[in-house]
């Protein structure tokens, strides 16, 4: 992984992502603050934005994956090879106790559908 200074291109640090040291296939994307990147064996890696290298945590999906994960405004989806994941911002409980739930725009092609909350470290 290389940092770059925006405005000149500098090189701010150079290093690797400890427990997702692996082929990165997809591009990585960035929302709610974080940069997130997908392995070829399915690492999430959460990435904090800085001059330095700041993983906030490695996340294991368990499968292949290829593709760059889409993200909107409370959701990001990771296609892998057996499956399409949505994870969602919990919403904080109703008088209720009811949470939010996934939109249905999300379909799988040739797999199943999980739809999860994010794991803390997602958040």
């Known amino acids: 992984m290389t940092l770059l200074d925006p405005d000149s291109g500098e090189v701010l640090h150079r290093g690797r ?3 997702a040291v692996e082929s990165y296939f997809a591009s ?4 709610d603050g974080k940069i997130f990147m997908v392995s070829e064996a399915c ?3 959460v990435l904090r ?8 945590a490695v996340n294991d999906l368990d499968d292949i994956c290829f593709a760059t994960p889409a993200i909107d405004e409370n959701h990001i989806y990771v296609r892998t090879r057996s499956a399409l994941h949505a994870f969602a911002v919990p919403a904080p409980a109703g008088p209720a106790g009811s949470s939010q739930q996934l939109s249905g725009a999300a379909t799988a092609i040739g797999g199943r559908i999980s739809r999860r909350t994010w794991p803390q470290a997602l958040r």
């Open 28 to 31: 990585p994307v960035a929302g």
């Open 43 to 45: 690492k999430v890696a």
């Open 17 to 19: 992502l400890y427990d």
């Open 49 to 56: 934005p800085g001059p330095t290298l700041d993983i906030l």
